[in-house]
């Protein structure tokens, strides 16, 4: 493993924050019950108009933690800000009404003193409105084991300075895409089958985004990696299909006609798509 300079942290937690005051102390009281001490947090506010500020101000005593605070630009702007601030060597985003179990960090640096992983994962309790559910590392793009949900994966700094941090005009999704490049570089990685991370899924908030935002992104990505759709048809199959979806759902028929064709020209024999294009013409 690297040695970091004298005086650095293994570790960086980005925080982003916009108008989070009800959520965040237990954030980042999540991370200060870390069994592995050698971290800080970088907070991000995004421009909070509610008293965000004034909360995140009471843990500042704790020379490891240390506030920013930007106009809003959205997540994506305020995560690439922290990674500038960010002094770790390992990166990680945590959202700030998300939490983390207290072994987090330690079995990520026990996953550290078995080899010189550029990219490592952990396992996530979803609780969206109430239903729980789990996700584990499982095939994602490429054929290559990861999952890319805000605090599941821990990252090198100076690969994800490499690859450019996140794309600011993707307003949904954006992990995802940030976890699609990093999946096209050949980096060492390891996971765990943990819950290390307790994510959560609001009705007023990451669950409402399912609509302009998330179309807007899809176009984004597609325009991207329009050259690229060859080497991971399942993955560009499933963002087409629900791009077409997305559009069937506000009644523009002849769009989400072309979206569905799109899907079944990555994956033909995907019943389901062939049934969704049926209904475009009804």
């Known amino acids: 493993m690297t040695i970091p300079p004298p005086n650095t942290p293994l570790f960086t937690i980005v925080i982003p924050a916009y108008n989070k005051a009800p959520s965040i102390s ?42 920013h605070k930007k106009d809003n630009g959205g997540v994506c702007s305020a995560r690439n800000l922290g990674v ?11 959202d700030a009404d998300d939490t983390a179990l207290p072994n987090w960090l330690n079995t990520f640096n026990d996953l550290l003193q078995s080899g010189n992983f ?11 409105n109430g239903a729980l559910s789990e996700t584990l590392p499982q095939q994602v793009f490429l054929k290559k084991v990861g999952i890319f949900l805000a605090g ?64 807007a992104s899809n176009l984004r990505v597609f325009e991207k990696y329009k050259m690229m759709y060859h080497i991971d048809r399942k993955f560009f199959s499933l963002l087409f299909a629900i791009t077409g979806y997305l559009y069937a759902r ?33």
């Not at 237990?26 to 947090?41: C, G, H, M, N, R």
């Not at 976890?179 to 959560?200: D, H, Q, W």
Request: glycine share 6%.
């Open 250 to 282: 506000k009644k523009e028929k002849k769009i989400a006609r072309y979206y569905f064709r799109a899907a079944l020209r990555q994956r033909p024999y995907i019943y389901k798509n062939w049934l969704r294009l049926f209904k475009t013409y009804l």
């Open 152 to 215: 599941t994966f821990c990252v090198k700094k100076k690969i994800f300075e490499g690859i450019g941090g996140y794309d600011e005009l993707i307003t949904y999704g954006e992990n995802y895409e940030l976890g699609f490049r990093l999946c096209c570089l050949p980096l060492k990685t390891a996971f765990v089958s943990e819950l290390l991370i307790s994510y959560n899924i609001s009705g007023n908030d990451r669950a409402d985004a399912y609509s302009e935002k998330r179309i």
């Open 84 to 94: 500038t601030k960010a002094q770790g060597e390992y990166l990680l985003f945590l």
């Open 118 to 128: 550029d990219l490592m994962y952990c396992g996530v309790s979803v609780n969206k």
């Open 26 to 67: 237990a954030t980042i009281l999540s991370v200060k019950q870390q069994i592995f001490t050698d971290w800080e947090v970088v907070i991000i506010d995004d421009g909070s108009s509610d008293n965000t500020q004034a909360i995140v101000e009471t843990f500042l005593s704790d020379r490891r933690i240390v506030y």
